[in-house]
T-cell receptor, first 114, second 113 residues
């Protein structure tokens, strides 16, 4: 049973560029959430996708956007990168309306903006 | 709105000594509670969870936690720590009717040989 997989594992981008991160949820899960974890801090909720739509959103600017595909996989896009966007980006999957309520996390994508 | 407080940002403890990592939360509805562990350069691994029922829950690696509704606390404990327990520990809360998980700022546990 594959867990949550994220790609790439590491990424270096230049300020002002755009980046796309990818996530495949755990088998049987239909909901994907994205989190940003800055160094030395707890994960901060960015947004959540369910049925290919954004269901909830945290306090992040519109530069952060996402997408969910029919196979439940998801992308996180960040435009006009700032130095402060450097962080570990975590994807979590859950099953809405059933199963156990804990979120399963991927290993994350380490984004460095220079 | 939900929030999670972890009172200790860093906890040093000698090997084989007991440890308690504190967590308090605020929410206006019933919640699920979790403890996750994060080893360097890795994602989050679930240690244990409280859903309902018994207030004492046991998790992996010998950890346990006790839910106290009146004090809105969910403290994590281990009777004897090992070097391998050195990691970052996050307390998290999720409202029953929503999937969003809110994390605390984390507690860095350092086990000293």
């Amino acid at each position: 049973d594959a867990g949550v997989t994220q790609s790439p594992t590491h990424l270096i981008k230049t300020r002002g560029q755009q980046v796309t991160l990818r996530c495949s949820p755990k088998s049987g899960h239909d909901t994907v959430s994205w989190y940003q974890q800055a160094l030395g801090q707890g994960p901060q909720f960015i947004f959540q996708y369910y049925e290919e739509e954004e269901r909830q959103r945290g306090n992040f600017p519109d530069r952060f956007s996402g997408h969910q595909f029919p196979n439940y996989s998801s992308e996180l896009n960040v435009n006009a990168l700032l130095l402060g966007d450097s962080a570990l980006y975590l994807c979590a999957s859950t099953l809405t309306g059933g199963g156990t309520p804990e979120a399963f996390f991927g290993q994350g994508t380490r984004l460095t903006v220079v | 709105a939900q929030s999670v407080t972890q009172l200790d940002s860093q906890v040093p403890v000698f090997e084989e000594a007991p440890v308690e990592l504190r967590c308090n939360y605020s929410s206006s509805v019933s919640v699920y509670l979790f403890w996750y562990v994060q080893y360097p350069n890795q994602g989050l691994q679930l240690l244990l969870k409280y859903l309902s029922g018994s207030t004492l829950v046991k998790g992996i690696n010998g950890f346990e936690a006790e839910f106290n509704k009146s004090q809105t606390s969910f403290h994590l404990r281990k009777p004897s720590v090992h070097i391998s327990d050195t990691a970052e520990y996050f307390c998290a809360v999720r409202e029953t009717s929503y999937d969003k998980v809110i994390f605390g700022p984390g507690t860095s546990l350092s086990v000293i040989p």
